[in-house]
């Protein structure tokens, strides 16, 4: 058997910061463009948004151009994920595409244009989060690897890393737990409460062994909100000179 010459696409082997994964989207060439992406990562209800808030007030303040991507916000997919979430009906590798999908539109119409005119993009959750959760769910490895081979390695990743302990405080002061992000539709626990714990402990690990494979910034996100963010900002700042 003649083995296949190409990188596993999606592996982050070699790929450099700014260029794709794996076979990218071939009518967009990225080499030359001059943004950065910095991608800040963590857990449902860990304090991403609030971080990336301050973020952008910083670099804008400095005159850096600033574009915000999130997970599930691209317009094209929004509104179906929303229904599918809602319906329930969809098995999970259709949820993997459904999510895989939003992103190629957000790489396409919100973060290639702005990697080409100089932005920094913020983005709230990257590839990683999906390959978290896939892993959870079951989906091979290699194939979820993969099937992102079309996303562009970021400058920079965060990862905001927080005992479940914390999380649980921080969630249950906030926004309360949400059936997904408590990982409901795996039936770990007897109610909402106990598969929260034990999902997001699942989540927590797979983060952690991503972290060590892509090579993570860990930021502790068990700090106050204003020493987090210096810490962003120290690196971000040595980064961008
Ligand atoms: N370091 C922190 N210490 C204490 N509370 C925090 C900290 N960071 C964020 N919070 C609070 O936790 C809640 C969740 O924060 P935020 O919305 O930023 O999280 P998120 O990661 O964006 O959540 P989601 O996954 O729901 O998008 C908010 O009420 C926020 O004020
Ligand atoms: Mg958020």
Do not use: C
Request: no cysteine; net charge neutral.
């Amino acid at each position: 058997m003649t083995p296949d010459p190409s990188p596993p696409a999606g592996s982050g082997d070699g790929a450099a910061p700014g260029a794709y994964y794996g076979r990218g989207l071939p009518y967009l060439p990225v080499d030359t463009a001059p943004g950065k992406i910095i991608a800040i990562e963590g857990t449902d209800g860990v304090g991403r948004s609030t971080q990336i808030r301050l973020l952008r007030e910083w670099l804008e303040v400095q005159g850096y151009g600033v574009v915000e991507t999130g997970w599930t916000r691209s317009p094209l997919m929004k509104p179906t994920i929303e229904l599918a979430k809602a319906s329930n009906t969809l098995n999970k590798l259709t949820f993997v595409l459904l999510y895989a999908t939003d992103f190629a539109d957000r790489l396409e119409k919100e973060i290639v244009p702005a990697l080409k005119a100089g932005f920094i993009v913020l983005a709230d959750r990257y590839i990683f989060t999906a390959l978290a959760r896939g892993a959870l769910r079951g989906i091979d490895k290699n194939w979820l690897r993969n099937l992102y081979g079309f996303a562009i390695v970021p400058h920079l990743v965060f990862y905001l890393k927080v005992d479940v302990d914390t999380l649980i405080r921080r969630v249950l002061e906030s926004s309360g737990m949400d059936y997904w992000e408590s990982g409901m539709d795996l039936k770990l626990g007897d109610d909402i409460y106990d598969s929260f714990r034990t999902y997001q402990n699942k989540l927590l690990r797979e983060y952690t062994g991503l972290a060590e494979e892509f090579g993570f910034r860990v930021v502790d996100a068990r700090q106050p909100i204003e020493l987090i963010q210096n810490q962003l900002r120290q690196q971000i700042g040595a980064f961008l000179k």
